[in-house]
Every structure is written in C-alpha cells, then in structure tokens.
C-alpha cells in the first residue's frame, strides 16, 4: 500500500520561505514522475510542480522561479522549495506520485493515483 507524508507546511510572511517535503512508502514501481498540487478555499485544485524520472520539470506561470522542485529517488523523497511567497499562495498543499505523466502544462490532468493528506501553507501580508 502506497502511502504519501507531507511536512513542512506553515504560516509566513510575504516575501519569506517554506521548504515542504512529501515522504513515500510502498511505492514499488521503477519509475515515478512526483508533483506538488495546492487547493485554496474556493478554487480549483492546481498544478505547482512536476518532476519525473529524468529531472525534467514543469512549473505554471503562477509560481515560476519562486517553486522549485526536487527529489531523492534513494528515499523517495521529494521536495517543494518555495521562495518568495505572495498571499495568493495561501492554499493546502498536496503531494502525488505516478509512474508516467506529462511534465507539461498538462501535467494536472494526469490521473495521479496517490496522494498526500496535504499540508497547509499559510502567507501573511
């Protein structure tokens, strides 16, 4: 059984950082393509990073060059930097794993089968 452990979530101030990681266990396949989703009250669920198999990733306009990525295949561990945090951040956020998926803007649409039981993000103005 697959399970998914997110950590690191909390509450800052605009312009600060947070560093969330998601943790995996079960997870038995060769290969994974790892994303971070976020939900704020209201809206729709959203796409905010993507990594697969050979490090390529994908990031929506919202948080390029604030996001970043990352992983640790040995652990199945992976990562989401986030600098430069706005309010319109504010959201909980979710990891997923899935073995393929596109590292596209179509990434979201991808059928993730596990998830994290989200983490909240809070960004004080």
């Known amino acids: 059984q697959v399970q998914l452990v997110e950590s690191g979530g909390g509450s800052v101030q605009a312009g600060g950082s947070l560093r969330l990681s998601c943790a995996a266990s079960g997870y038995g396949y060769r290969y994974s393509c790892m994303a971070w989703f976020r939900q704020a009250p209201g809206k729709e669920r959203e796409g905010v990073a993507v990594i697969d198999n050979d490090d390529n990733t994908y990031y929506p306009d919202s948080v390029k060059g604030r996001f970043t990525i990352s992983k640790d295949n040995a652990e199945m561990k992976w990562y989401l930097q986030m600098d430069s945090l706005k309010p319109e951040d504010t959201a909980i956020y979710y990891c997923?794993?899935?073995?393929?998926?596109?590292?596209?803007?179509?990434?979201?649409?991808?059928?993730?089968?596990?998830w994290g039981q989200g983490t909240q993000v809070t960004v004080s103005s």
């Open positions: 997923a794993v899935e073995s393929v998926c596109w590292v596209t803007d179509a990434f979201p649409r991808n059928d993730f089968r596990y």
